[in-house]
Nanobody, 127 residues
Framework: QVQLVESGGGTVQAGKSLRLSCSAS????????VGWFRQTPGKEREWVAA??????????YYSDSVEGRFSISRDNAKNMVILQMDSLKPEDTAVYYC??????????????????WGQGTQVTVSS
């Protein structure tokens, strides 16, 4: 499994930006799929974004709630996964989790599609 550690959470005003980072214990270039989820108290963990990378290309996916505002990427030189969050809204407030899966998976929206998880980082957006 991959050890993942998130950072970059904090409190920001609505409309502002925040950049989350996820440091991986293995080369991110060798990890097929990475993703970000978020969770608020009393609710299920919600998929936010995913990124797949293979030898000949890559692809990114976003939930409807963040499409056009969030961007997922990798910095393979630093073995990090980035979630750039722009135009933040109060409803984006949650604990954000980084996840990964080393082997191929067609699906990417569900918790069971991933086999390694970080401990989470809190994001609070004030109105």
């Amino acid at each position: 499994q991959v050890q993942l550690v998130e950072s970059g959470g904090g409190t920001v005003q609505a409309g502002k930006s925040l950049r989350l980072s996820c440091s991986a214990s293995k080369p991110t270039a060798s990890i097929y799929m990475v993703g970000w989820f978020r969770q608020t108290p009393g609710k299920e963990r919600e998929w936010v974004a995913a990124h797949k990378e293979w030898s000949s290309g890559d692809s990114s996916y976003y939930s409807d709630s963040v499409e056009g505002r969030f961007s997922i990427s990798r910095d393979n030189a630093k073995n990090m996964v980035i979630l750039q969050m722009d135009s933040l809204k109060p409803e984006d407030t949650a604990v954000y989790y980084c996840a990964s899966r080393e082997s191929y998976s067609a699906a990417y929206r569900y918790i069971h599609n991933y086999d390694s998880w970080g401990q989470g980082t809190q994001v609070t957006v004030s109105s």
